[in-house]
C-alpha cells in the first residue's frame, strides 16, 4: 500500500497518520502552540475580534460570528496551551 504524498492526502488521512505517530504528534502540536504562542499578536487579535463583537453599531448578525470566533478562539488558546505545557520539552 503506497501513502499518498502529503499533498493528496485528505485532512483526515492526515490525522490518521499522525495521531498515530507520536513523534509526529508533538512535532504538530509543538508547531500549533508555537504559532500561537505570539502573546502580542494574539492577545491584540482577540481584543479586536472582542471590538467587534461587542460593538453595538455592528449589525447583529455580524456581531453573533465575531462572539462564536472569539469563543471559539479563546478555546483554541486554552487548549493548545494546556498541550503543550504536557508535551515533554527534552529534545
Not at 492526502?9 to 504559532?35: C, F, I, M
Not at 461587542?54 to 460570528?65: C, F, K, M, N, T
Amino acid at each position: 500500500m503506497t501513502t499518498p504524498s502529503p499533498s493528496a492526502r485528505t485532512s483526515a488521512q492526515w490525522w490518521n497518520e499522525t495521531k498515530r505517530d507520536p513523534d509526529a504528534l508533538v512535532v504538530w502540536l509543538r508547531k500549533q502552540y508555537q504559532g500561537k504562542a505570539t502573546a502580542a499578536a494574539e492577545t491584540m487579535r482577540l481584543e479586536r475580534i472582542s471590538a467587534i463583537a461587542s460593538d453595538v453599531e455592528a449589525p447583529e448578525d455580524i456581531r453573533l460570528v465575531f462572539a462564536r470566533i472569539l469563543r471559539d478562539e479563546r478555546f483554541h488558546a486554552r487548549a493548545f496551551a494546556r498541550l503543550a505545557s504536557n508535551l515533554d520539552t527534552d529534545d
